[in-house]
């Protein structure tokens, strides 16, 4: 018969998070400080092991999540990984996002009070994971940005979802299509956080919200998060796997390409040239052209509109 018992932090294997249990809270630490704690699929995969290895420990009352380093608490998936891979092979974009959706529902379902730590910059992917926790303390100087439309994406692993439900409809859009940082004040002021606290205070204010929620009643808490997370699960249910599909499919396109291309290559994005080959009346969804081209040389079908020669033969295309 199975037991449903934690194990010891220390047994865990993790290459990419930090897991720590103590005092009646575990701490979950994203350890890629070098890529401002962006979250690959390995990540993914060990946050959730560490999170139903939490939620199964009775010794266990609170739940921490926070990033490595002063400079960044989560900064989203790791642009360089769907650059190289998923612009590729749009296919295994669809089976990354069952990870990212496990991980996600992992925490949400775990039972017990989750507080994130922000403890400098949260971008993309790392809002949705602040906003799956159920409190926040923010150091001072730190700022929240979506940047979903910026670099060939749609925020909807959480974002589209929550921010309306979060921060209101007028807010969310201004979020969601500006793309521009949220200061630790605004954050406040909209309920992305609950505390913003100087660097200096920001352990002391989260160690006193683990005691304040140690000292509940644990199936009464664990019943109270379940009953707020309605909205959330609500939203989240009924869009997330339609955000899977559309996601994977989106890959195929320019617009990724693009953006994460040149995300990685550290160059200004070509917003205007897309808008402006559309507006000609030429296609904006494909890197070379819609596949209309057939070579009369080789008979080779389905070149680019845009190429002058085949890609098979090398014969010119008339």
């Known amino acids: 018969m199975p037991r449903f018992t934690g194990k010891p932090a220390d047994s865990f294997d993790f290459k990419e998070i930090i897991y720590?249990?103590?005092?009646?809270?575990a701490t979950v630490t994203i350890n890629r400080p070098h890529v401002y704690?962006?979250?690959s699929t390995l990540t993914l995969q060990e946050m959730t092991e560490a999170f139903k290895d939490a939620s199964w420990d009775d010794s266990v009352a609170v739940i921490v999540l926070t990033g490595a380093g002063q400079k960044a608490f989560c900064t989203g998936g790791d642009v360089k990984e769907y650059a190289e891979d998923y612009t590729v092979k749009p296919r295994d974009y669809w089976k990354w996002m069952g990870v990212f959706v496990e991980a996600h529902d992992t925490l949400r379902n775990c039972g017990k009070p989750v507080i994130a730590k922000i403890n400098g910059i949260v971008a993309g992917g790392g809002?949705?994971?602040n906003m799956a926790c159920d409190l926040a303390v923010m150091v001072e100087g730190a700022s929240i940005q979506q940047?979903?439309?910026?670099?060939g994406s749609v925020a909807a692993g959480g974002a589209t979802q929550w921010l309306p439900i979060m921060v209101g409809d007028r807010r969310a859009r201004e979020i969601l299509f500006l793309c521009e940082p949220i200061p630790a004040d605004k954050c406040l002021d909209w309920g992305l956080v609950n505390y913003v606290v100087p660097r200096d205070q920001l352990d002391a204010k989260v160690d006193e919200l683990c005691q304040k929620l140690i000292n509940k009643f644990p199936e009464c808490?664990?019943?109270t998060k379940q009953q707020t997370n309605f909205w959330k699960d609500l939203a989240w249910s009924t869009t997330?796997?339609?955000?899977?599909?559309?996601?994977?499919?989106?890959?195929?396109?320019v617009e990724p390409y693009e953006g994460m291309k040149a995300f990685v290559e550290k160059r200004p994005k070509d917003y205007v040239g897309l808008r402006q080959k559309a507006a000609e009346g030429g296609s904006s969804e494909f890197l070379f052209g819609p596949y209309t081209q057939q070579c009369p040389h080789c008979g080779a079908k389905g070149i680019p509109s845009d190429f002058k020669f085949?890609?098979?033969c090398g014969g010119k295309l008339e």
């Not at 720590?20 to 809270?25: G, L, N, S």
């Not at 559309?246 to 396109?253: I, K, N, Q, R, V």
């Open 20 to 25: 720590e249990k103590k005092d009646w809270v």
């Open 37 to 39: 704690n962006s979250y």
């Open 127 to 129: 809002n949705e994971w």
């Open 147 to 151: 940047v979903g439309t910026m670099v």
């Open 221 to 223: 808490t664990r019943y």
């Open 240 to 253: 997330v796997g339609h955000a899977r599909e559309w996601l994977a499919l989106h890959f195929a396109s």
């Open 310 to 312: 085949c890609g098979v």
